[in-house]
């Protein structure tokens, strides 16, 4: 199953980090419950056509993209007037991992590399997501942007980190399907960024122009 040309080397990699939804699990469950069904239900509440409601909640995301408030159930639940984590809850078998990610985690784990998720997905999300799939117990921890104080695209949640847990950034892995995200930690000094390709496993690989990158996390060893 081993890649033939991994873009990395191993012997450069102390501590690993890597990101749950669109890295690991599958992004088209969260594409799906955001981009369909949360407009569908949305509509269904308001009396409006689903293409109404996708437009208004549409430019609703827009206005909070990338801040903490994007991630967070609460604030979505609130603006929208809908019980998201019970929606989430009810969804739940559609959740799963993209192909080759637990083959990753083990990998990584028998090399005795610390390894963590780090996430910006919110602690309820995180609880819906593990429940459902195991994924904290492949890794140490799982590091939460909402209780760092800060998304994982700004400095402060790199600084937040290192605080709480010592490691050498230039030795450090990031693992990610988030270009904004891999930008922020390339400033912080993160030596070995790569971003995953293809992080909804229902659509096609993406092109990523400014950093290395994987089809999918499998592909790294
Ligand atoms: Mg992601």
């Given at each position: ?11 450069e990699i102390d501590t690993v980090l890597v990101d ?132 994982k695209e700004s400095a402060a949640f790199w600084t ?62």
């Amino acid at each position: 199953m081993a890649s033939a040309n991994p873009p990395l080397r191993w012997d450069e990699i102390d501590t690993v980090l890597v990101d749950m939804d669109g890295t690991l699990l599958d992004l088209a469950f969260d594409n799906f419950f955001w981009r369909e069904l949360v407009p569908a239900r949305y509509a269904e509440r308001n009396g409006l056509a689903f293409d109404a409601a996708q437009r208004e909640i549409t430019s609703r995301y827009e206005r909070v993209a990338g801040t903490l408030a994007w991630y967070c159930l609460e604030h979505w639940s609130a603006e929208l007037e809908l019980d998201l984590v019970a929606l989430k809850r009810s969804h739940r078998h559609l959740i799963g991992y993209l192909p080759g990610a637990t083959g990753f985690l083990s990998w990584v784990r028998r090399s005795g590399r610390p390894l963590r998720i780090v996430t910006n997905a919110h602690p309820q999300t995180i609880a819906v997501k593990a429940a459902q799939t195991g994924v904290h117990e492949h890794v140490d921890e799982i590091v939460c942007a909402h209780e760092l104080g800060a998304p994982k695209e700004s400095a402060a949640f790199w600084t937040a980190l290192q605080r709480k847990m010592p490691f050498d950034p230039r030795r450090t892995l990031l693992v990610e399907d988030s270009l904004a995200v891999l930008a922020a930690a390339r400033t912080f000094g993160i030596g070995h960024p790569i971003a995953v390709a293809r992080p909804d496993s229902r659509q096609p690989p993406r092109e990523i122009a400014g950093f290395v990158s994987v089809e999918r996390v499998a592909d790294l060893i």
